[in-house]
């Protein structure tokens, strides 16, 4: 499967604001449970694949009590490892079946397949630590200027590639998995990762965003586009790009 090539299924962004940003004060105290450490391998989750409503419905934001219960600290982790098995660099709550307003995202060698040098710094793809994004608000970063288009693919979707036009650099309010407030900028691949993510999270998908020409399987995305810029798989499939 094409899946060891650029294997970088995502989800999520966009301007438009979704997330309840909590304040400070409202956050829960006391260390909550390690989500990683409670996880085994026979924990993985279902992904749900389009065609299921879950996907195309906003998710509801995450009440921070909520996400101190043993319950969600364990979603979390169940989460993480689903993501790592897939493999993927991204999953939404929505992809596994919680309309809710949480999204996991990590990025590093393991992943980068046969990305040649070359390609991983067209990408600006470089190591991303395991992040949890709650209640994320998405700024895009020189909005209109900074767009950059690569193909994407995405674990509801499987067996498809497209081109999708992201903004370079967003800047991300959340929190995070313990409930504290985080403001943190993404460029590059992981600001395409946090796009795609958090578009699950408004009930979006890529395929709302892809340049429809540029679709491909896994098989022909490996076969002819993998390893060339995506000026050729313009030229080639007969689509201009941002
Ligand atoms: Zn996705």
């Known amino acids: 499967m094409g899946r060891r090539h650029d294997p970088m299924l ?11 940003m909590l304040p400070p004060g409202d956050r829960f105290s006391g260390r909550p449970r390690r989500y990683h450490d409670a996880v085994g391998a026979t924990d993985l989750l279902t992904i749900v694949e389009c ?18 219960s043993e319950e969600m600290q364990h979603l979390i982790g169940q989460m993480r490892a689903t993501m790592e098995a897939a493999p993927g660099v991204g999953l939404a709550a929505p992809q596994v079946g919680r309309s ?4 996991v995202l990590a990025d590093g060698p393991e992943r980068w397949g ?11 793809r470089g190591p991303l ?3 949890v994004l709650v209640n994320p608000v998405v700024h895009p970063i020189d909005a209109g200027a900074g767009r950059v288009s690569f193909f994407e693919g995405c674990l509801s979707v499987p067996g498809l590639m497209g081109v999708v036009a992201r903004h370079r650099a967003v800047r991300v309010e959340a929190l995070d998995a313990d409930g504290t407030p985080l403001a943190r900028v993404f460029s590059g691949w992981a600001a395409r990762i946090v796009q795609h993510e958090f578009d699950h999270l408004l009930g979006r998908l890529y395929l709302d965003r892809v340049e429809t020409r540029s679709l491909s399987s896994s098989e022909n995305y490996v076969r002819y586009w993998a390893g060339r810029p995506p000026s050729e798989a313009a030229h080639g499939l007969g689509f201009t790009l941002d």
């Not at 995502?10 to 309840?20: E, F, H, I, K, N």
């Not at 065609?51 to 101190?68: E, K, N, S």
């Open 10 to 20: 995502l989800r999520a962004a966009d301007p438009s604001t979704v997330g309840a």
């Open 51 to 68: 065609g299921d409503p879950i996907l195309r419905r906003p998710a509801d934001p995450v009440d921070t009590v909520d996400l101190a």
């Open 100 to 103: 809710i307003q949480l999204a």
């Open 114 to 124: 046969q990305l040649s040098e070359e390609e991983r710094t067209a990408r600006e």
């Open 129 to 131: 630590d395991f992040t």
